[in-house]
C-alpha cells in the first residue's frame, strides 16, 4: 500500500513539474538585442507620413501622452478595476523609450503583447486588436515614432496589486483570451466594407470601448459592440442595440466620424472628440467613408426601417412642449439653462444645436454621457468649429444636474427613467472632464 501510495505522489510530482515547466515555456519570452537608436533620415518621408496618418488612426497619443507632457512620453494614467496603469514612454528615447527597439520588438509588442525585455505587457494595452494590422503599417508605425523628437520620461509606478501585477499573470489571461490572427479578406463584402472592419477591429481598436468587459477585463465574447460604461463615459453600442431614436446610417456615421457633429445624434464629448478631432483629423477621406460603411453593416442598418422625417417632426413637437406645472424643477432649469441653445423653432434640427430628443446621450441607457456634458460642458478646443457649451458644475448642484437629467429623459426619449441619478452625478463631478468616450 506504500509503495502504492509513494508511486501515486511522484508521478503527481511529476505531472506538476512538467505542468510548471509547460506554463513557464508559455510564459518565457526572450529579450530581443537593443539597437542603437536609428537616425531619422534611415526613414523614408512617405513611409513616416503614413505612420503618423496610422498613429492618429489609432489614437496613440490619447494614452500615450500626459496632460502637459510631451506628445507620446508616456505618464497618462489609465484607470481600471485592477488599479491605475501609466502608458509608457513611445518616443525614441533610448534609456526610458523605444530608441533601442528593433522593428522586430515593435512588431512583437504590438502583436503579442511582449515588451522588448521579454516582459508580457497588461492587456490595458490592446495588443488583442493590434494584432490585426498589417506588416508594412506596422513598418510605418515604426518609422514614425522612431523620427519623433526623443523624451527622457520614466512613467510613473503601475498601482496594481499584488498579485496581479506579476508578469506570469499576463501570460494565463492570454492563455484564457488571447488568440493571435491575422486580418483576412471577407471575400462576401466589398473593398470599403473590408477596409473599414481592417480599421475598426485593428489599429482604431473601437471594440475595445465599446464592447462590455468580463472580470477580468477581456472583451466579453459574442457581445462584440454593444456599448460599455468606461472611465465615467459611456462608450454606446454600434450595433442595432442602440437606443437612439433613429439609426446610425452611412451618411450619419461619416458626418460624425469627418466633423464630429451630426444633426440627427448629436456632437462628439470627451475622449470621443479627441478620437474625430485629434485622432482621424489626419486620415484621408477614403477611410472615413470605409468605417462608415463596416458599421453601418453592425448597426444592421437595413434592418431597421424608420420615416425620418416623422420621427423628427414628432421629437422636435415634443422638444416644444415644456411642462412647468407642478414646480417641475427639471423644466424649469431646462429654460433657465438650456432651451435658447437647444430650441430649433425653425422645425429642422441642426448639427451645431442639438434636438434632444433627437440626442444619443439622452437616450442611452447610462446617463454618464449627458451628465459629464452638463457639467464640464464642451470646450472650443475639443469640438468642431463653431461648437461651445459652458458647463454648469459651478451653477448647480447634484440635485439640480440629476432633475434637469431626469426630466429631459422623461420628455425627450421613450426610453425607460434612470435610476440613482443624484449619486451618478456626484461620481461625475469628482472627475475630470474629457476621459472616456461618448456622443453628445
Same mark, same amino acid.
Given at each position: 500500500?506504500?509503495?502504492?501510495?509513494?508511486?501515486?505522489?511522484?508521478?503527481?510530482?511529476?505531472?506538476?513539474?512538467?505542468?510548471?515547466?509547460?506554463?513557464?515555456?508559455?510564459?518565457?519570452?526572450?529579450?530581443?538585442?537593443?539597437?542603437?537608436?536609428?537616425?531619422?533620415? &534611415?526613414?523614408?518621408?512617405?513611409?513616416?507620413?503614413?505612420?503618423?496618418?496610422?498613429?492618429?488612426?489609432?489614437?496613440?497619443?490619447?494614452?500615450?501622452?500626459?496632460?502637459?507632457?510631451? @506628445?507620446?512620453?508616456?505618464?497618462?494614467?489609465?484607470?481600471?478595476?485592477?488599479?491605475?496603469?501609466?502608458?509608457?514612454?513611445?518616443?525614441?528615447?533610448?534609456?526610458?523609450?523605444?530608441?533601442?527597439?528593433?522593428?522586430?520588438?515593435? +512588431?512583437?509588442?504590438?502583436?503579442?503583447?511582449?515588451?522588448?525585455?521579454?516582459?508580457?505587457?497588461?492587456?490595458?494595452?490592446? #495588443?488583442?486588436?493590434?494584432?490585426?494590422?498589417?506588416?508594412?503599417?506596422?513598418?510605418?508605425?515604426?518609422? #514614425?515614432?522612431?523620427? /519623433?523628437?526623443?523624451? #527622457?520620461?520614466?512613467?510613473?509606478?503601475?498601482?496594481?496589486?499584488?498579485?496581479?501585477?506579476? /508578469?506570469?499573470?499576463?501570460?494565463?489571461?492570454?492563455?484564457?483570451?488571447?488568440?493571435?490572427?491575422?486580418?483576412?479578406?471577407?471575400? =462576401? +463584402?466589398?473593398?470599403?466594407?473590408?477596409?473599414?472592419?481592417?480599421?475598426?477591429?485593428?489599429?482604431?481598436?473601437? &471594440?475595445?470601448?465599446?464592447?462590455?468587459?468580463?472580470?477580468?477585463?477581456? @472583451?466579453?465574447?459574442?457581445?462584440?459592440?454593444?456599448?460599455?460604461?468606461?472611465?465615467?463615459?459611456?462608450?454606446?453600442?454600434?450595433?442595432?442595440?442602440?437606443?437612439?431614436?433613429?439609426?446610425?446610417?452611412?451618411?450619419?456615421?461619416?458626418?460624425?466620424?469627418?466633423?464630429?457633429?451630426?444633426?440627427?445624434?448629436?456632437?462628439?464629448?470627451?475622449?470621443?472628440? =479627441?478620437?474625430?478631432?485629434?485622432?482621424?483629423?489626419?486620415?484621408?477621406?477614403?477611410?472615413?467613408?470605409?468605417?462608415?460603411?463596416?458599421?453601418?453593416?453592425?448597426?444592421?442598418? @437595413?434592418?431597421?426601417?424608420?420615416?425620418?422625417?416623422?420621427?423628427?417632426?414628432?421629437?422636435?413637437?415634443?422638444? /416644444?412642449?415644456?411642462?412647468?406645472?407642478?414646480?417641475?424643477?427639471?423644466?424649469?432649469?431646462?429654460?433657465? =439653462?438650456?432651451?435658447?441653445?437647444?430650441?430649433?423653432?425653425?422645425?429642422?434640427?441642426?448639427?451645431?444645436?442639438? @434636438?434632444?430628443?433627437?440626442?444619443?446621450?439622452?437616450?442611452?441607457?447610462?446617463?454618464?454621457?449627458?451628465? +459629464?456634458?452638463?457639467?464640464?460642458?464642451?470646450?472650443?478646443?475639443?469640438?468642431?468649429?463653431?461648437?461651445?457649451?459652458?458647463?454648469?458644475?459651478?451653477?448647480?448642484?447634484?440635485?439640480?444636474?440629476?432633475?434637469?437629467?431626469?426630466?429631459?429623459?422623461?420628455?425627450?426619449?421613450?426610453?425607460?427613467?434612470?435610476?440613482?441619478?443624484?449619486?451618478?452625478?456626484?461620481?461625475?463631478?469628482?472627475?475630470?472632464?474629457?476621459?472616456?468616450?461618448?456622443?453628445?
Amino acid at each position: 500500500m506504500l509503495k502504492k501510495i509513494f508511486t501515486g505522489l511522484l508521478l503527481l510530482l511529476a505531472l506538476l513539474i512538467v505542468a510548471a515547466l509547460a506554463a513557464y515555456l508559455y510564459y518565457w519570452r526572450p529579450a530581443l538585442a537593443p539597437i542603437n537608436p536609428p537616425a531619422a533620415t &534611415a526613414f523614408s518621408p512617405q513611409v513616416v507620413d503614413k505612420g503618423r496618418i496610422l498613429a492618429g488612426m489609432g489614437n496613440c497619443a490619447a494614452c500615450h501622452t500626459a496632460k502637459g507632457g510631451a @506628445e507620446y512620453a508616456g505618464g497618462h494614467g489609465l484607470a481600471t478595476p485592477f488599479g491605475t496603469i501609466y502608458a509608457t514612454n513611445i518616443t525614441p528615447d533610448p534609456q526610458t523609450g523605444i530608441g533601442r527597439w528593433s522593428l522586430a520588438a515593435f +512588431q512583437r509588442a504590438m502583436r503579442e503583447g511582449v515588451g522588448r525585455d521579454g516582459a508580457h505587457l497588461y492587456p490595458v494595452f490592446p #495588443y488583442t486588436h493590434f494584432n490585426m494590422v498589417s506588416d508594412a503599417d506596422l513598418t510605418a508605425l515604426y518609422a #514614425y515614432f522612431m523620427t /519623433r523628437p526623443p523624451v #527622457y520620461a520614466v512613467a510613473p509606478a503601475n498601482s496594481v496589486p499584488f498579485p496581479l501585477n506579476l /508578469r506570469p499573470l499576463q501570460a494565463g489571461w492570454k492563455l484564457l483570451y488571447f488568440k493571435p490572427a491575422s486580418f483576412q479578406l471577407d471575400a =462576401a +463584402q466589398g473593398l470599403d466594407w473590408n477596409r473599414g472592419r481592417y480599421l475598426a477591429e485593428g489599429l482604431a481598436h473601437c &471594440a475595445a470601448c465599446h464592447t462590455p468587459r468580463n472580470a477580468l477585463g477581456a @472583451e466579453v465574447a459574442n457581445s462584440a459592440y454593444l456599448g460599455a460604461s468606461i472611465d465615467h463615459w459611456y462608450a454606446p453600442a454600434l450595433t442595432s442595440a442602440n437606443t437612439a431614436p433613429l439609426p446610425w446610417t452611412q451618411a450619419e456615421l461619416y458626418a460624425f466620424l469627418r466633423t464630429g457633429a451630426t444633426a440627427l445624434h448629436g456632437v462628439a464629448a470627451g475622449p470621443m472628440s =479627441a478620437v474625430v478631432h485629434e485622432g482621424m483629423d489626419a486620415s484621408p477621406d477614403a477611410d472615413i467613408r470605409a468605417l462608415s460603411v463596416y458599421f453601418a453593416g453592425v448597426a444592421a442598418v @437595413e434592418q431597421r426601417q424608420v420615416d425620418t422625417d416623422t420621427v423628427v417632426k414628432a421629437g422636435i413637437q415634443r422638444s /416644444r412642449r415644456v411642462s412647468l406645472v407642478d414646480n417641475d424643477r427639471g423644466a424649469s432649469l431646462y429654460v433657465a =439653462a438650456c432651451a435658447s441653445c437647444h430650441s430649433n423653432s425653425n422645425g429642422q434640427p441642426v448639427a451645431l444645436r442639438p @434636438e434632444l430628443s433627437l440626442n444619443s446621450a439622452v437616450s442611452a441607457p447610462d446617463p454618464a454621457n449627458l451628465i +459629464q456634458v452638463i457639467l464640464h460642458g464642451i470646450g472650443k478646443d475639443e469640438a468642431m468649429p463653431g461648437v461651445l457649451m459652458p458647463g454648469f458644475a459651478a451653477a448647480l448642484t447634484d440635485n439640480d444636474v440629476a432633475q434637469l437629467a431626469a426630466y429631459l429623459r422623461r420628455s425627450r426619449s421613450h426610453q425607460p427613467a434612470w435610476t440613482n441619478l443624484e449619486a451618478a452625478v456626484a461620481r461625475a463631478r469628482a472627475t475630470a472632464p474629457a476621459s472616456g468616450s461618448a456622443a453628445k
